[in-house]
């Protein structure tokens, strides 16, 4: 299983940004789908998540509103577009694939999950 992370990079306050994760190696429709982020120095928090069936979805509150996750699963991939950033959205982004087929959206799913590589989101003031 390979999850192929892109799309991060340099903006300023209040800019956007699409995150990019390309799922290979397993059934993508059948499993819940999500991001996560690193700061430097902290662990590793939940951003959002979508269910196997794409009709769920969940955010941590402070993305909530500016956030959202998308999923096609002809191309195997899920997306994260951001909006409205903030220098408190700066982190290492990684996407994760759920292996509980047939999952729900919420973050204990990812307890057990296949992990991408990672991509650097830098929000400048």
């Known amino acids: 299983v390979q999850l192929q992370a892109s799309g991060g990079g340099l903006v300023q306050t209040g800019g956007s940004l699409t995150l990019s994760c390309a799922i290979s190696g397993r059934a993508f429709g059948v499993y819940p789908h999500g991001w996560f982020r690193q700061s430097p120095g902290k662990e590793r928090d939940f951003v959002a998540a979508?269910?196997?069936?794409?009709?769920?979805?969940v955010y941590t509150d402070t993305v909530k509103g500016r956030f959202t996750i998308t999923r096609d699963d002809a191309k195997k991939t899920i997306y994260l577009q951001m909006n409205s950033l903030r220098p408190e959205d700066t982190a290492v982004y990684y996407c994760?694939?759920?292996?509980?087929?047939?999952?729900?959206?919420?973050?204990?799913?990812?307890?057990?999950?296949?992990w991408g590589q990672g991509t650097q989101v830098t929000v400048s003031s």
């Open positions: 994760a694939s759920s292996r509980r087929r047939f999952g729900s959206a919420d973050p204990p799913v990812f307890e057990d999950a296949y």
């Open positions: 979508i269910s196997w069936s794409g009709g769920g979805t």
